[in-house]
Structure formats: C-alpha cells, structure tokens
C-alpha cells in the first residue's frame, strides 16, 4: 500500500546502544521530517530533509544523525541512547516546502523506551 | 524562538460545540495548521490557514487573526468519535512547522 511506514513499531533498548528508526514514503515526496513526541512538549522537530543527501537540524538534533541516500528513506540513528530519548518517535513526508499549503503527512510513530 | 499556547484539556458533550484557542508568538509567519492525533496514532490534518478569516470544512471550522497572534478551531456538532489530541502548529519564516502541546478533547455521551 502506498503511504509513509515507520519500524520498528515499538523498541526496547539500553542507555549506551545505537539504534536505527526506519522510514519510508511511497509518494516520492520531496520532503522528509523526524519528530519526537513527548507529554507536555507537544511534537519537536529532530532533522528534515529536502531532498536525497540533503539534511538540517531541527529544534532538537542533539543525539541524533539522519542520513537520506534514497528519497523514499529517511532512517534516524541515535548513536548513543539514553533514557532521555524515550520517547514516541514520528516521521513524516510532504510534497513541498516553500509552498503556501504544505500539508505534512505522517506516519503511525516508534515509540522507544530506552532502560 | 517559537512560543504556541493552548489549554492542556477540554471536555463537552455530546452534540455541543467546543472552540479550541491557540496563542502563537514565532519568528514570522507563513500559516497555521491544525492536526488530530487519536491516542496511539499519527496526526491527521484538519486545517489551513494563512489569511485572516474563518476556513470552514465541514463540522470543522478555523479562525486565524494575524495581528493578534490567535487562532481557534470549532468543533460543532461533536460526536464520540471527535475524542483526540488536537495541535495547533504555526509554519515560520524559515519554513519550519513549529507544534503547541495539544488539547485533550473529551466528549461525553
């Protein structure tokens, strides 16, 4: 089916370890975002990327690598966990940036519980 | 830096109507989105507004006044169905959407 996935859905993991969040879009969208999603924060935005092999820091990159070699995947890395980056993670897509009406298209969210 | 306020909860019945305030001091702006999460799930888009007025969608309305950093959006003729998050999200100058924390909207048979 086309649309944007997110895995693994739900991951466990120690304070120290790398961990890999998968996304991917089917609608060759041009545009690619990662939030994290916590209580009383609202969504905070980690990496965006515009295009294939290009990248930049959101509101909160600190912990983080994107890397984007294929449009259709933006994988987020955290190269070092900690429990600090527990947290519902949420990727999402949209056709265009510097348009007036660029609805953002996300994905069913990682939650990440970091020990 | 991004500064998006409004009310952590709100709870109405069944078939009434709820208006959902949002308060926004950004750096610039270029429009503002209202989302729908469920509990467990993605936010889903309600609604667009970059000129002052009302956009109206169905049993959904938004409002935006630029000069007074303000927005709400009204749920009208609420059903069980309409219990989510709803965020309100401002675009700025450099085109980075930026989330309030979000309203519990509870509706109540």
Same mark, same amino acid.
């Given at each position: 089916d086309a649309g944007i996935t997110q895995s693994p859905r739900y991951k466990i993991t120690e304070t120290g370890r790398q961990v890999t969040l998968m996304c991917h879009q089917t609608w060759s969208h041009s545009y690619m975002f990662w939030y994290?999603?916590?209580l009383?924060?609202?969504?905070r935005l980690i990496y965006y990327s515009a295009a294939a092999d290009i990248t930049d820091k959101g509101e909160v990159p600190d912990g983080y690598v994107v890397s984007r070699s294929k449009t259709e995947n933006f994988p987020l890395t955290l190269e070092s966990a900690t429990r600090s980056q527990t947290s519902v993670y949420f990727c999402a897509s949209s056709e265009s940036w510097r348009v007036s009406y660029n609805e953002q298209f996300f994905g069913p969210g990682t939650r990440l519980t970091v020990l | 830096g991004q500064n998006i306020d409004q009310p952590?909860?709100?709870?109405?019945?069944e078939g #009434?109507?709820?208006q959902i305030n949002c308060t926004y001091q950004t750096s610039g702006f270029n429009g503002l989105f209202w989302y729908q999460q469920h509990a467990g799930e993605a936010p889903?888009?309600?609604s667009y507004n970059v000129l002052?007025?009302?956009?109206e969608k169905g049993r959904f309305s938004s409002f935006l006044s630029r000069s007074k950093g303000y927005s709400y959006l009204l749920l009208k003729e609420l059903q069980m169905?309409?219990? #989510?998050?709803?965020?309100? #999200?401002?675009?700025?100058?450099d085109y980075k959407l930026s989330f309030g924390a979000g309203t519990t909207v509870t509706v109540r048979a």
């Open positions: 994290r999603q916590d009383g924060h609202g969504l | 952590t909860e709100m709870t109405a019945t #009434a109507i709820v889903t888009f309600l002052d007025g009302l956009e169905k309409d219990s #989510a998050s709803y965020l309100c #999200a401002v675009l700025s100058n």
